[in-house]
């Protein structure tokens, strides 16, 4: 059951954390121009980067790897320096943004990979994938694929570790990062990768969508963070021109979809969802949908979480976020 309160636990986000969301709220604000394209300089100023480190920062080493410069598609390593296991899975994560936002070296995306990698142990491979209006759908998508087709050539994983398992293969994002991680496996199951085993999805809070207004938008118009207004915005901009929300892209399992799923195999899914983010039953309408195809989903329901709740380590729910996600990974590799 969702919550009723459309600011919930964001109060309860440190001044800190609550500070640096608003600066890039206003960011995002004032770097939409009237013609809907963004300022990129503006946005930069707000959107802080993060350097890799060859040192550890909180038991993470960082690397970039480049795949293609030409459309600046490259790939941020996380590896743990502290005793590793013999047998490391990994996760191959895309950042949230709406499609439009953020990059694998802000500082946003690269605390939350590195909590990520320290708190399960897993190698994470964060994707910096071009970005809308300039590039629209499909070029993330494509973007995301290609960097897994790199990896499955074992010639282009000799900075990793030698015990990392790619038999052991996670997609994971959150937000259009989740959205991403969807379509980029629905791609990865049609098309056959040689070395590269994925075993798991997940989707943490996935932006999707519909022309349909649903009870938690409806609800949440304004939520903190993300506002309906907000994700109308996004979709323009991503989608192709001409489309409306029920593109495949935004509404998986809608009428326009031409993704079946069922004759995929299609890997474990878990679902995360907040009850204080407005694109909650599209997220939940995406996990029956799941179901309905045959398919091994797991929900993960917080009732009071904001979107983008998990980039507040602080906060209760994002610490059994990391929990959670140990245990899903832990029980597929067993």
């Not at 142990?121 to 994938?129: K, P």
């Not at 031409?258 to 899914?269: Q, S």
């Amino acid at each position: 059951m969702s919550s009723n309160n459309p600011i919930s636990n964001f109060q309860d986000v440190p001044w800190k954390q609550r500070f640096y969301r608003s600066m890039l709220g206003y960011g995002i604000h004032f770097s939409r121009r009237s013609d809907g394209t963004i300022n990129r300089f503006i946005m930069n100023l707000f959107d802080l980067k993060a350097q890799p480190s060859k040192q550890p920062i909180d038991g993470v080493i960082t690397s970039d790897t480049v795949v293609d410069a030409t459309r600046n598609l490259y790939f941020r390593l996380f590896l743990p320096s502290f005793e590793q296991n013999t047998n490391m899975p990994l996760i191959v994560y895309f950042h949230g943004g709406g499609f439009a936002y953020m990059s694998a070296n802000s500082i946003a995306c690269d605390d939350l990979c590195r909590n990520l990698c320290k708190k399960t142990g897993a190698v994470i491979i964060s994707v910096n994938y071009r970005l809308s209006p300039e590039h629209k759908y499909p070029s993330q998508y494509d973007d995301g694929f290609d960097v897994l087709k790199f990896i499955d050539d074992k010639a282009n994983t000799k900075n990793f570790p030698s015990n990392v398992n790619l038999k052991q293969c996670f997609i994971a994002g959150d937000s259009a990062g989740g959205n991403l991680a969807h379509h980029v496996t629905v791609k990865a199951c049609e098309y056959g990768l040689r070395n590269v085993k994925l075993i798991g999805l997940i989707a943490i809070q996935p932006f999707f969508g519909g022309e349909e207004r649903t009870e938690s938008e409806n609800r949440l118009v304004d939520a903190p963070v993300l506002s309906v207004k907000g994700t109308d915005w996004l979709w323009k901009t991503f989608l192709p021109e001409g489309s409306d929300r029920d593109h495949p892209a935004c509404n998986v399992f809608g009428s326009k979809s031409v993704d079946d799923i069922k004759r995929l195999k299609f890997p474990a899914t878990m679902v995360v969802v907040g009850g204080v983010d407005p694109l909650y039953d599209w997220q939940i309408r995406y996990y029956e949908g799941l179901k309905k195809c045959g398919k091994e989903a797991y929900l993960i329901e917080y009732p009071n979480a904001f979107h983008s709740f998990y980039g507040a380590p602080e906060l209760k729910e994002s610490g059994l976020l990391m929990e959670e996600v140990k245990d899903f990974i832990g029980k597929l590799i067993k």
